[in-house]
């Protein structure tokens, strides 16, 4: 796994600072977690999309890497399992994938589980995308996506 982080100057206590104490706590991750650099999780298939993560391994990295109320942005959604995942941990979620059937199918998931909000899964092209990327190093705030 590798995890990126914008380039700063800043110290990761200074991000938490970002939070209120209640989202903080919100956020704790509970329980046991895993001491080695090996997970164990199981595999999931799909019936349309052949390379589909199990929603555990997204849940985790999720947790791990984000706040409650924070959105979390997949490129390469596929069947969109980090949407599901986001949305179950009180996250938002953004989606792009450039397979019009993959993104279709996503939307599909995503609003038989009453999950799905109009623009949050969106068929780019590399193009379009890497617009948004640009945009979005200037985005303050949800609204500014939705
Ligand atoms: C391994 S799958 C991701 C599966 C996803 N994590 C899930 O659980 O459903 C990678 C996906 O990225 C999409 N993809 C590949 N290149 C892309 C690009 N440049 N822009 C957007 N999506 C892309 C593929 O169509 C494929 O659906």
Known sequence: MI????QTD????WNI???DEETI???RVLGEYEKTNLW???????PVHPAVFPVELASRIIQFYSYRGDLVFDPFAGRGTVG???NQLGRYYFLTEKDPTYAQYAKRLLSESNLFCEKSVQVR??????????RSS????IKDVF
Do not use: C, G, H
């Open 40 to 46: 164990r999780i199981a595999p999931s298939a799909d």
């Open 84 to 86: 599901i995942a986001a």
């Open 138 to 141: 200037r985005l303050r705030s």
């Open 17 to 19: 600072r970002q939070y």
């Open 25 to 27: 706590e919100a956020s």
């Open 125 to 134: 092209s590399l193009n379009e995308f890497t617009e948004l990327a640009q």
């Open 10 to 13: 800043k110290l990761i206590d």
């Open 3 to 6: 995890v990126y982080r914008k």
